[in-house]
């Protein structure tokens, strides 16, 4: 690892990501991810989560936490995010109401120096207001699709401007979204680190899925139109009719996994194209590690963990050209990149690398060889805690100049 930051490690983190427990996406891996790491440092990690029922002390898709990991679980339903009109918001209101005074009660008795948003929900209202009493520092990262709702609704507009208003530093998870954010909302304080992962650690969790063909093409992600895996399918069937004979697996599933289904089976290619439905992070792994080549359709992103993940195994990658992929994904040589309505272009990408094993492999090497370069969790852990030593130092000197 890098030289460790001068944070002290007696300094308490406060992680909010409120879905932890409830969803299986990357955003909540690269939070499982940090809250393992920053734990294995010394740090005093607490995770913020909403609860659920029953109660869960872990996410059955990625593992346990490190047991010195402190979880805090709170009705966090937040009302704003309710469209049941006002006989839902009214009651959710009072819960979370109810909620946000629990919480309160719990960072007075803690005392947090950091607490750090993952994804910009209406939380930081409750975050803004607590952080006038207890003076912690707030950091915010934006992750995927906020300003993408932001540009539909007037509502969240306002709440991503509250969030760069109150945040003491945002950080996005790559270069595009930063970009947006700093042109839109004239944000001088955003910066770029990208999620991290550890190379060895997913190779040691990968499991091999013994129902599969290997050297095969994989999909690893929810059936929502964001993925449009319908237009993967429709690519597929078209590879097909030009010669593929490689399988393509899908794994997930989601609100349109019947939609893709029935689509396989209009095409007469279930054979082909087959659905694994959702699996267990480890066994995600396995079948990526067996795979030739990962695909995405995918019409925006932040910084898909499961892009990561491929590269961490070797593996090229065929991408929509769209927020972080255009990062991580070095066209030509670690995979391609295609502008997202040019179906045209994803079926000849993928031809060629259905019927040239050898740049296949090439291409997954220097993608390995990339992520450990930039993306390395360790890298990546310490940009953070340079990030909020520079925050601590700060405070600390607005202290001293008070006092003096």
Request: proline letters at 3%.
């Amino acid at each position: 690892m890098r030289k460790r930051s001068v944070l002290p490690p007696e300094t308490r983190l406060f992680i909010w990501n409120t879905n932890y427990f409830r969803r299986f996406g990357g955003a909540e891996r690269a939070v499982h991810n940090l809250l393992n790491r920053f734990c294995e440092l010394g740090f005093e990690t607490y995770l913020i989560a909403q609860q659920t029922v029953p109660s869960r002390q872990h996410n059955e898709f990625f593992g346990p936490l490190d047991q010195g990991v402190k979880i805090y679980q709170e009705d966090f339903v937040n009302p704003w995010d309710s469209s049941n009109g006002p006989l839902g918001f009214i009651p959710k209101l009072l819960r979370y109401l109810k909620a946000s005074f629990h919480f309160g009660a719990f960072i007075r008795g803690q005392r947090p120096q950091i607490i750090h948003l993952h994804y910009v929900s209406w939380d930081v209202l409750l975050l803004a207001f607590y952080k006038l009493f207890y003076r912690y520092r707030l950091v915010i990262t934006f992750r995927a699709g906020e300003d993408l709702i932001a540009r539909q609704r007037y509502l969240s507009r306002l709440k991503i401007r509250l969030a760069l208003r109150t945040a003491d530093h945002v950080t996005t998870i790559s270069n595009e979204l930063r970009e947006t954010i700093e042109t839109t909302y004239s944000s001088k304080k955003v910066l770029y680190i990208p999620n991290g992962i550890d190379v060895d650690q997913v190779v040691r969790s990968a499991q091999p899925h013994g129902g599969i063909e290997s050297d095969q093409f994989v999909f690893c992600g929810r059936m929502t139109h964001q993925k449009r895996v319908d237009l993967l399918v429709d690519a597929f069937n078209e590879c097909i009719k030009r010669g593929c004979r490689k399988k393509l697996y899908l794994v997930g599933d989601g609100e349109e996994l019947e939609d893709i289904r029935n689509r396989i089976h209009s095409y007469g290619i279930q054979y082909q194209i087959v659905l694994l439905g959702a699996l267990t992070h480890d066994q995600t792994l396995g079948v990526m590690s067996q795979s030739r080549c990962l695909l995405m359709s995918s019409a925006f992103e932040g910084l898909p963990q499961v892009a990561l993940e491929a590269m961490a195994l070797g593996k090229a990658i065929i991408s929509s050209d769209v927020g972080g992929l255009r990062d991580i994904v070095m066209h030509g040589k670690s995979g391609y990149l295609y502008p997202v309505n040019r179906q045209d272009l994803f079926c000849a990408h993928l031809m060629e690398l259905c019927q040239d094993d050898a740049k296949a492999q090439a291409f997954g090497r220097a993608g390995l060889a990339r992520l450990k370069a930039d993306y390395d969790l360790d890298r990546v852990v310490e940009q953070y805690l340079d990030l909020y030593q520079s925050l601590m130092a700060g405070s600390a000197a607005v202290s001293n100049r008070s006092l003096n």
